[in-house]
């Protein structure tokens, strides 16, 4: 027994081992490499030569070689958080931006669950007139939307006067501060919620039956299922879905530009995206522009980051 033991052990040490390539760990980035110098040149770049600007003394004189560039290191800075319409405008995109995201996540997510509920026709229906709206550009959906809510013409106005509210006949939804800032909403999470719909769907597809039976076999409603059962299991996705209408409602520009005619009366429904743009090119001011576009970028991967952090924490793997 003893020698059979020996052969065995002499038997496994001499199976030869095939030894690690050195370069097997390089061969993800040697396919990766392509895309990482695409993205290079278009990201990279523009960000170094914004930040860049932003530094500078940069307005027409400079652009037409009239005065010469002079380094004002965090002078722009400086007198951008002095400006008080800077800080107002602030505000009020973080605020404007976070009730788009919540409002395009909750149609987004109860028309995923919709979907799993209704027969093929109405599914395909709904899936269609959604992939519509997303694929509609933005400026022809702003007009479009203004059109519905025009005080002349639009179908909104008469429709709400005919239903005995008398305020709404020939009423401005633009005139207003709130009421142009929820006409933007509405158009924003139009454009924006098949996002959110179509993958929250193939999530909860990918979901297997028989939890959702166990479930219902529980006697939890649909609600309790939903925040008990659905969602923890698609929180990788809802990660997705949330960073990326965060990055898309905070830089908002064509629909504020397009329905509020460049910010509003007085500026009164002005974003940064916005208020950048009439700093840079209306009032020929591009370092300050630049200055805005860099603390946009900061302040998204900021949020990014501690929403990225503060899932790891709780155990989640993105």
């Known amino acids: 027994m003893r020698t059979r033991s020996r052969t065995r052990t002499r038997t496994r040490s001499r199976t030869p081992r095939t030894p ?13 490499a392509p895309a990482l110098v695409l993205l290079g040149g278009l990201l990279l770049y523009p960000v ?12 027409q004189a400079q652009v037409s070689g009239g005065r010469p560039t002079s380094f004002q290191g965090f002078g722009n800075y400086a007198a951008l958080f002095r400006d008080g319409q800077f800080r107002e405008v602030l505000v009020t995109t973080v605020l404007f931006a976070a009730a788009c995201v919540l409002a395009t996540l909750a149609t987004g997510c109860a028309l995923a669950v919709l979907l799993t509920r209704v027969r093929a026709l109405p599914r395909l229906a709904l899936m269609t007139a959604a992939l519509g709206a997303w694929a509609t550009p933005a400026v022809t959906g702003s007009t479009v939307w203004l059109f519905l809510f025009d005080p002349d013409f639009g179908p909104v106005d008469k429709v709400l006067t005919r239903l005995g509210m008398s305020g ?28 959110v719909m179509v993958t929250v769907y193939a999530g909860i597809r990918s979901i297997p039956a028989e939890v959702l039976e166990a479930a219902a076999l529980d006697g939890a409603s649909q609600w309790r299922t939903w925040r008990a059962v659905t969602a923890p299991m698609l929180r990788p996705i809802l990660v997705v879905v949330t960073i990326q209408s965060v990055i898309w409602d905070f830089k908002v520009f064509t629909q504020i530009y397009v329905m509020t005619n460049g910010g509003g009366i007085a500026g009164q429904n002005l974003t940064l995206n916005v208020y950048a743009y009439q700093k840079a090119f209306a009032s020929s001011q591009y370092s300050l522009g630049s200055a805005i576009g860099v603390v946009m970028l900061l302040i998204l991967l900021a949020v990014t980051l501690a929403y990225l952090r503060l899932l790891r924490r709780q155990g989640e793997e993105i």
């Open 168 to 195: 709404f006949d020939g009423y401005s939804w633009t005139y207003d501060r709130y009421s142009a800032f929820a006409l933007v909403l509405l158009e924003v999470v139009w454009c924006s919620f098949p996002f």
């Open 20 to 32: 690690t390539r050195p370069h097997s760990r390089r061969t993800p980035w040697l396919y990766l």
């Open 48 to 59: 170094y030569q914004l930040g860049l600007i932003s530094f500078l003394e940069y307005t």
